[in-house]
């Protein structure tokens, strides 16, 4: 059981094949589920989820871009933004150097062609943050970036959850530490949950960080 109040940061960690990414998916509303899972009261299979769907901006490890331009993908979802709004998501998704020189008109083909994976994982950022949804979700979301961008970006990411509810998997500890709550999951399960300095030093997530730490080293 978890819940996520209004306008909360919450990081979800655990090893890979903990279930994460699934759980993401679940309040995406891409898989079925058992029990109870409510949004603002209402259970969500109940719910229309469309609806529901334009309450989120998502980026996660493998950004979707279609075939179109650059500018098209940029707006995916009926999103009504100025130019002026793209230009300043540009800038705060580290993406405005490189779309500078190939034009929003550029065409990028079917699974992404054209730009490489990290010029693809800043449009999904830049995407996001014009998409200014209630809920933010975040799957690793500079995975394929290299520290300086990463750091970047995730300030422009962390101004933007500000106003709005985010859920985060991460394995950044500096992250961690500023997150309002953590889910700590292992096969499935949320095992623990709690602030950075309550979990750091017992069960399953102290493991974790002990082997971030190494992996650092």
């Not at 079925?32 to 719910?47: A, C, D, R």
């Not at 500079?142 to 300086?148: E, F, P, R, V």
Request: proline letters at 2%; aromatic letters at 4%.
């Amino acid at each position: 059981s978890f819940h996520i109040p209004k306008e909360s940061h919450i990081a979800l960690v655990g090893q890979s094949g903990a279930g994460k990414t699934s759980l993401i998916n679940v309040l995406l509303g891409f898989l079925p589920y058992e029990g109870s899972l409510k949004i603002n009261g209402v259970e969500l299979n109940q719910s229309r989820l469309s609806d529901w769907r334009k309450q989120i901006a998502w980026v996660g490890q493998n950004p979707l871009l279609l075939q179109g331009s650059i500018k098209e993908n940029l707006l995916l979802g009926d999103i009504q933004a100025t130019d002026a709004q793209i230009e300043q998501a540009l800038i705060s998704a580290q993406a405005k150097e490189f779309t500078d020189k190939l034009g929003l008109d550029s065409e990028i083909k079917d699974g992404g062609m054209g730009v490489s994976v990290g010029q693809a994982q800043r449009l999904a950022i830049a995407r996001a943050l014009l998409r200014k949804g209630n809920l933010l979700l975040l799957d690793e979301p500079t995975a394929s970036l290299d520290a300086q961008s990463e750091n970047l970006v995730l300030a422009a990411l962390a101004e933007m959850s500000h106003n709005q509810t985010t859920l985060m998997i991460t394995h950044r500890i500096e992250d961690l530490k500023q997150c309002d709550n953590i889910f700590v999951m292992q096969e499935g399960e949320i095992v623990q949950q709690g602030h950075f300095n309550q979990l750091k030093d017992q069960g399953f997530f102290a493991e974790l960080l002990a082997q971030r730490k190494e992996d650092i080293q």
